[in-house]
T-cell receptor, first 115, second 113 residues
Framework: DAGVIQSPRHEVTEMGQEVTLRCKPI?????LFWYRQTMMRGLELLIY????????DSGMPEDRFSAKMPNASFSTLKIQPSEPRDSAVYFC?????????????FGPGTRLTVL | AQSVTQPDIHITVSEGASLELRCNYS??????LFWYVQSPGQGLQLLLK??????LVQGIKGFEAEFKRSQSSFNLRKPSVHWSDAAEYFC???????????FGTGTRLKVLA
């Protein structure tokens, strides 16, 4: 398996622009997680899905952030409008089965820079 | 509330020396504990995990960790560090009833030749 795939790997945009990050989970995995990593706050869970349905979005920082999972093999995280403080590395992870004991497999991340 | 503390932000060791990275957690019940490693520009890779049973857990790349309930700790160890072990290491706790991991802030390991 190719593992979790994220695109783009790097994104540089200007403040106010819309940003869309993409994720393809490991085939057969039924949970998908979006994380944000910053120096100040470390790794934070933004939202997670089970069978394409958002379960917990309490970590989404603001209404400017939205996430969708239209099918089992694709998810997006959108920021509109983007702000410099959104600059971070965004990780997507997937797992087979629920429960905190299930290993989450992480993608390589998208490094977002908002100027 | 659940929390994970990694008290060492940076650690530097010489190649061939032993290594111990500290992790303390706060959780009312038996936690699910994980150590992940993040190499530069890469995603996180699972090193090992603990759910129950033997408190000494073996992982990949020669790493092991020991769960000590009395100390609320899950320290990561390696007897002899290799230059390729230079990376950032994250301890995480998963709590029953949720599907969330709570990550520590990470420890960045530097290995001197």
């Amino acid at each position: 398996d190719a593992g979790v795939i994220q695109s783009p790997r790097h994104e540089v945009t200007e403040m106010g622009q819309e940003v869309t990050l993409r994720c393809k989970p490991i085939s057969g995995h039924d949970y998908l997680f979006w994380y944000r990593q910053t120096m100040m706050r470390g790794l934070e869970l933004l939202i997670y899905f089970n069978n394409n349905v958002p379960i917990d979005d309490s970590g989404m920082p603001e209404d400017r952030f939205s996430a969708k999972m239209p099918n089992a093999s694709f998810s997006t995280l959108k920021i509109q409008p983007s702000e410099p403080r959104d600059s971070a590395v965004y990780f997507c992870a997937s797992s087979l089965g629920g429960g905190a004991f299930n290993e989450q497999f992480f993608g390589p991340g998208t490094r977002l820079t908002v100027l | 509330a659940q929390s994970v503390t990694q008290p060492d932000i940076h650690i530097t060791v010489s190649e061939g020396a032993s290594l111990e990275l500290r992790c303390n957690y706060s959780y009312g019940a038996t936690p699910y504990l994980f150590w992940y490693v993040q190499s530069p520009g890469q995603g996180l890779q699972l090193l090992l995990k603990y759910f129950s049973g033997d408190t000494l857990v073996q992982g990949i790349k020669g790493f092991e960790a020991e769960f000590k309930r009395s100390q609320s700790s899950f320290n990561l160890r390696k007897p002899s560090v290799h230059w390729s072990d230079a990376a950032e290491y994250f301890c995480a706790v998963g709590t029953s009833g949720t599907y969330k991991y709570i990550f520590g802030t990470g420890t960045r390991l530097k290995v001197l030749a």
